[in-house]
């Protein structure tokens, strides 16, 4: 897959995609990013890309003009592709979301500074606004280099197993079950010994439920959304009967006598 991104501060998403999977997924060959800065294309020898917002107020307007012609270089090639601005005004990042983008052979993600793009260049030359939460950040870079690790990931051999993906938060709805390692005893606790047990039917059993009890106590709202087959819904009723009886439990042990 081929991202392009257009910024201000190359070098911001270069770094941050140098290391870790979507480090290797570059030295496979599976994903390519490149940057363009708008800088390059501006007209005049300050290379300016900003300009005072029209009707006053703070702050300074990322001007059409550079933006227009980096995009245009960076939209250039063969095959669909598909234009994301970067902004805390777009639609909400979801691992769904994010798999769509996987899937596509071609992506480029326009980053903002100051306050903001001209709204012209927008609405025309960038298909859909996408935010990565409700907050602001100094930029659009941080948030292209979260939804390029996030896309990174999901390329086929990027992982080295596959199935880490699948088992992911979000992947199906529900929050991820809790992870152990060795050793397999220890003074914070032991490891559940359905984990150590060999039966694999069991452990997947107890894995499903763990991640159905944490999205109930954690994300209810992802929990409201998720459609449960009947399995799964016994799952629930058990892990929340258990939550319960270790609470009441709990609060009868700090009760003064």
């Not at 199935?163 to 490891?191: K, M, N």
Request: hydrophobic share 40%; proline share 5%; with cysteine.
């Amino acid at each position: 897959m081929r991202i392009d991104v257009v910024t201000l501060f190359p070098e911001l998403i270069e770094n941050c995609l140098r290391s870790g999977v979507v480090g290797r997924a570059q030295e496979r060959g599976l994903l390519a990013v490149r940057t363009w800065n708008p800088r390059d294309f501006a007209t005049d020898s300050h290379r300016t890309v900003d300009d005072r917002p029209c009707g006053g107020g703070p702050g300074m307007v990322m001007m059409i003009g550079p933006l227009q012609a980096a995009l245009e270089r960076a939209q250039d090639g063969d095959g669909p592709v598909r234009t994301v601005y970067l902004s805390p005004q777009g639609v909400r990042l979801t691992q769904a979301k994010v798999a769509q983008f996987a899937r596509g052979p071609r992506l480029v993600l326009l980053c903002g500074r100051y306050e903001g793009v001209d709204e012209r260049l927008l609405a025309h030359a960038v298909d859909e606004e996408v935010s990565i939460g409700d907050y602001v950040l100094s930029g659009g870079e941080l948030a292209a280099a979260v939804l390029i690790d996030a896309i990174g990931r999901l390329q086929d051999g990027a992982l080295n197993d596959a199935q880490s993906a699948e088992q992911d938060s979000f992947s199906d709805g529900l929050l991820d079950c809790p992870h152990y390692t060795r050793p397999v005893r220890g003074a914070l606790g032991d490891v559940p010994p359905v984990l150590l047990s060999g039966d694999h039917a069991a452990i997947r059993r107890w894995r499903r439920k763990q991640a159905l009890g944490r999205t109930w106590l954690r994300r209810p709202d992802l929990l409201a959304r998720t459609e449960l087959d009947a399995e799964s819904r016994r799952l629930l009723d058990e892990f929340r009967r258990e939550h319960e009886a270790a609470r009441d439990q709990t609060e009868a042990g700090t009760r003064p006598d």
